[in-house]
């Protein structure tokens, strides 16, 4: 089992759909976990972060972590073209250390 | 008033070669970053410094080597290049008690032909 898995898409969903990103990991010693964003031709950039197991949310966007089933996911409400994209979870150690990219999965958001 | 930015954006150059990336942060960071993205977009950590000291480095071969000249400065310097090094390369710096927030470069493209 690789140690961070996602479904690579494309995802391509209509404006203003609500979207759900998913992402397994196998290391249960992770404990940040990590949601990049990632434009065409671009350098990620930190989304959000969540510490342990629960809910954050910011704005439309929304990650949820669950360590019992080692299973993170990212909901966008109210997506919009701008959020056309590609997102990487990244779970990682104490404050983040050795984290781990995912492969990714490209959203497409069309108007 | 770039965070991080790398030098060159685009590098093409022959089987054999030896070339230098460089990469500049000016945000005050303490620790630093090399990821190679290849063509599937998987994006692996290389090497990271703490405060010009190397504290990973992850497999890869030793035709790559990285130097960091002060904290503000990391470079890449690859010799001998080989077709399969043909990929993005993205610097990246953070705090280091802040390892989750690391911001990235816009990224190197190096073809190798």
């Known amino acids: 089992q690789k140690e961070v898995e996602q479904d690579p898409g494309p995802l391509s969903v209509p404006e203003g759909a609500i979207v759900s990103l998913n992402c397994t990991y196998s290391?249960?010693?992770?404990?940040?976990f990590m949601w990049y964003r990632q434009y065409s031709r671009k350098g990620p950039e930190l989304l959000m972060y969540t510490y342990s197991s629960g809910n954050k949310e910011d704005g439309r966007f929304t990650a949820q972590v669950d360590k019992s089933s080692k299973y993170i996911s990212l909901f966008i409400r109210d997506s919009q073209p701008s959020d056309s994209a590609t997102y990487l979870c990244?779970?990682?150690?104490?404050?983040?250390?050795?984290?781990?990219f995912g492969p990714g999965t490209r959203l497409s958001v069309l108007p | 008033d770039t965070a991080v930015s790398q030098t060159p954006k685009y590098l093409v150059t022959q089987m054999g070669n030896d070339k230098s990336i460089k990469c500049e942060q000016n945000?005050?960071?303490?620790?630093m970053y090399w990821y190679k993205q290849d063509s599937k977009k998987f994006l692996k950590i290389m090497f990271s410094?703490?405060?010009?000291?190397?504290?990973i480095n992850e497999t890869v071969p030793n035709r790559f080597s990285p130097k960091s000249p002060d904290k503000a400065h990391l470079n890449l310097h690859i010799n001998s290049l080989e077709l399969g090094d043909s990929a993005v390369y993205f610097c990246?710096?953070?705090?280091?008690?802040?390892?989750?927030?690391?911001?990235f470069g816009p990224g190197t493209r190096l073809t190798v032909t």
């Open positions: 290391n249960s010693a992770f404990q940040y």
């Open positions: 990246a710096s953070s705090h280091p008690g802040e390892t989750y927030e690391q911001y």
């Open positions: 990244a779970p990682g150690g104490n404050y983040g250390q050795n984290f781990v």
């Open positions: 945000l005050g960071h303490d620790t």
């Open positions: 410094y703490n405060n010009k000291e190397l504290i």
